[in-house]
């Protein structure tokens, strides 16, 4: 798509329009490295207790929505905790 504020912007525009490619180049850039590329999840750590991961998984090279907004969601954390 663009760059990853763009890609952010349509994110939460559309959430079920969202390429695989493009979610995993977000979470690439706010989560780190995925501790996990094996099959067709990649999994990413994040820095809070609880459950402190994201996992997303592409479907026909589209990312599936519920897991767009739990992205979004793991991001506006970063951001309002400052981690």
Known sequence: MGTTAAILKAMRKNPMGV???DL???CDEHFGPPRQTGGSHRVYRTPW????????????GMAKAY???QVLKAI???QEHGY
Do not use: H
């Open 49 to 60: 207790s609880g459950d402190p991961r994201v996992n997303i998984q592409g479907s026909r």
């Open 19 to 21: 390429r695989f490619a």
């Open 76 to 78: 506006r954390k970063l």
């Open 67 to 69: 897991q767009v907004r």
């Open 24 to 26: 995993a180049r977000v």
